[in-house]
């Protein structure tokens, strides 16, 4: 398209260029008709000076026109090798903007509108990058400045119950049993809250690669299934899997099962008490579409948009048990996206439906 456009403003110039050699040489032409035309119109005589001035012209007309164009072309080849000069020093004065863009949109000579509005979009994106990268940043400050302030809390209650086991000499076992209980339930939050540390530093310091396999994907997600079913049964819930068959895919399996396992924890995590998770697996062309249905509190349309995000979770308040670091549906559609799928979500009626599409090799 980049070509094609410099292309067009050179063929453009070129075009003007000889034009104007036309112009100046019918214009020659036609001023050397008109003088000879209205001398014509008089009576000279040969002791006339004017005469004897108009016929040496008329004798060296040819030479006359010649030299005309000769200095012409020379006067429009310097105008015409000054403009790409030109044109550069508009281009160069507006990728600097880019740079440092602002408000305020390129302008260029007409003549380079295609270049200007290409350049105008780079400074649209160039905005909208800087202020994505600064919501993700305070967003990611937040998320530390309240996994911080989270962590006082159960360290505070395991340090508090540990106290008691040690300085109480007569507890009964039902009491130390309870003690030790919420002990480790505060223990495990604590490692929760460690992990979302490491989730952040891991996202933040190496890049994601992939090892291609072949793998079962309907294998996968029994599999999968099988895993969650504590936490199914906590909510009491039920998961479905609709498949037919053996489904071979080509994928880095640790990472794919990564996806898989984070839409499962989250229909399981955000779906109302007793209701049904439905998976299902069909393909379409070269592709499987994976689709992971539950039911649970309708996520409004603004905040859909913003799933995918990095940092960004759906309850912008402090960590809860289920809250999360906000990168695991980022993370998600990263390694989506290197298999050359694609991943989305809808939300409506209480129904939240996400959709992973993948190539089958």
């Known amino acids: 398209m980049k070509n094609k456009n410099y292309s067009q403003l050179s063929n453009r110039t070129i075009s003007r260029f000889i034009m104007s050699c036309l ?8 001023g050397f008709y008109v003088a000879w035309f209205i001398c014509s119109q008089f009576i000279w005589y040969k002791g006339d000076h004017l005469y004897n001035l108009l016929k040496t012209m008329q004798f060296m007309s040819p030479y006359i026109i010649i030299f005309s164009l000769l200095i012409g072309f020379f006067i429009l080849a310097i105008i015409y090798i000054r403009k790409p000069f030109r044109y550069l020093s508009s281009i160069m004065n507006a990728a600097e903007r880019l740079s440092h863009p602002d408000q ?4 260029l000579p007409e003549e380079l509108n295609d270049i200007q509005n290409q350049l105008n979009l780079v400074r649209i994106q160039a905005l909208q990058n800087i202020n994505d990268a600064s919501e993700a940043v305070q967003r990611k400050n937040d998320l530390i400045m309240y996994l911080a302030h989270d ?4 360290l505070a209650s395991v340090i508090g119950y ?3 086991l040690r300085d109480e000499q007569q507890i009964s076992d039902e009491q130390r049993e309870k003690y ?10 604590l490692e929760d809250l460690i992990n979302e540390f490491f989730e952040i530093a891991r996202f933040n310091l190496s890049n994601i690669t992939l090892q291609y396999r072949t793998v079962d994907l309907i294998r996968l997600l029994e599999q999968l299934v099988f895993e969650f079913q ?6 009491n819930l039920t998961c479905s899997l609709h498949a037919a068959g053996e489904e071979k895919i080509r994928c880095d399996a640790d990472k794919i099962q990564r996806v898989l396992d984070n839409l499962l924890k989250n229909a399981i995590l955000y779906s109302f008490e007793g209701s049904e998770i439905e998976i299902t697996v069909t393909k379409q062309d070269h592709y499987f579409v994976i689709r992971f249905l539950n039911h649970g509190d309708t996520i409004p349309e603004d905040k859909l948009e913003r799933i995918f995000e990095q940092f960004y979770r759906l309850d912008a308040a402090r960590s809860t048990r289920n809250g999360g670091a906000g990168l695991g549906l980022a993370i998600a559609k990263q390694i989506v996206e290197l298999h050359g799928g694609t991943i989305s ?14 190539p089958e090799s």
């Open 345 to 358: 979500a809808r939300s409506e009626q209480e129904t939240i439906v996400f959709t992973v599409t993948i």
């Open 23 to 30: 112009i100046l040489l019918l214009l020659l032409l036609g």
């Open 104 to 107: 305020t949109p390129i302008e």
């Open 180 to 189: 030790l209980s919420i002990t480790l339930d505060k223990a495990e939050r």
């Open 230 to 235: 504590p936490m199914l049964k906590e909510k």
């Open 162 to 164: 540990l106290n008691l």
């Open 151 to 154: 962590l006082k809390t159960p």
